[in-house]
């Protein structure tokens, strides 16, 4: 099957499953199910004749702006869209960056089972939004900041305590700036980036210094050291994995390095449950 007649394939597909009566048009009397072609072109500011020659595999590739309009009109998902561009166009769409306060009940409790190795998840812009009890005690308390003030960024450049945390803090921040680049680059987050990079280029040289060499770096895996107030140093593997439909969050997961590790982290779990103190902020990134 060529990419038209799949492209084809697949508008009729979504028209034929639409209800008129959704978008106040009389659904008696119709010879096929759902919108007709004229009205789908309609909606999405189209020729009803080009519409049917898309339908039909003749005319060519549409346009990405023609592909964004049809699936306005036929109310695709995202999932959807995304396909839709995919056999029209061979590619995805662009991101469209949707700043997020939470995460679904079912990755809150993942994160929840991961009892002894702590996870959070942040969005493109750096932004931690969910975490479980062992990033509360071993990470911060996250609940207990102003929500402002859960930004990576914000914690690493002007936060002492943070820096304090760090093992070697230059090389963590400058990890942190790259590769923030890149994620929020790729959500499209960039009128929210351009915000905070005002903001921490007037609060921070260093920061404003390590923006302007135009790093980029994945955040991957790695290895992290923690300067722990109770425990000491606590070394950590941490993996960052892309949650599934949302571009613009990852799921970062730090595991303890080692038995002895996890031992910290254990007993930090059992002692903190329940009994953190709100300011006690340890992590970067």
Do not use: C
Not at 90 to 117: A, C, F, K, M, W
Not at 128 to 140: D, K, P
Not at 201 to 229: C, N, Y
């Amino acid at each position: 099957m060529s990419e038209t007649t799949a492209l084809g394939t697949y508008l009729k597909n979504r028209r034929t499953k639409l209800d008129p009566a959704t978008f106040g048009l009389n659904g008696g009397r119709r010879r096929t199910a759902g919108l007709r072609r004229e009205e789908v072109a309609q909606r999405a500011n189209i020729s009803a004749t080009w519409y049917t020659w898309l339908e039909q595999g003749r005319g060519g590739a549409p346009s990405a702006d023609v592909l964004d309009r049809i699936a306005r009109a036929l109310t695709l998902t995202e999932a959807e869209r995304e396909h839709l561009f995919l056999i029209g166009l061979g590619r995805p769409p662009e991101v469209r960056y949707r700043n997020s306060d939470g995460i679904t009940p079912r990755l809150q409790r993942l994160l929840d089972v991961l009892t002894h190795s702590p996870a959070i998840v942040r969005t493109a812009t750096w932004d931690v939004i969910a975490w479980n009890r062992a990033a509360r005690a071993v990470l911060t308390d996250y609940a207990a900041l102003p929500r402002s003030e859960r930004n990576v960024l914000r914690m690493i450049f002007v936060n002492p305590r943070v820096r304090a945390a760090q093992e070697k803090w230059e090389s963590v921040a400058r990890f942190v700036v790259a590769t923030f680049r890149a994620d929020s680059a790729r959500a499209g987050a960039d009128s929210e980036v351009e915000q905070l990079v005002e903001e921490l280029s007037a609060a921070s040289p260093e920061f404003a210094s390590m923006w302007r060499e135009s790093d980029v770096q994945t955040h991957g895996d790695g290895i992290k050291r923690l300067r722990h107030p109770q425990a000491g140093t606590i070394t950590l593997e941490y993996s960052a994995f892309a949650v599934d439909g949302r571009p613009d969050l990852s799921l970062i997961v730090y595991n303890p390095a080692t038995e002895a590790d996890r031992a910290l982290v254990e007993g930090l779990v059992e002692k903190a449950y329940g009994l953190l103190e709100p300011n006690a902020i340890i992590d970067g990134a």
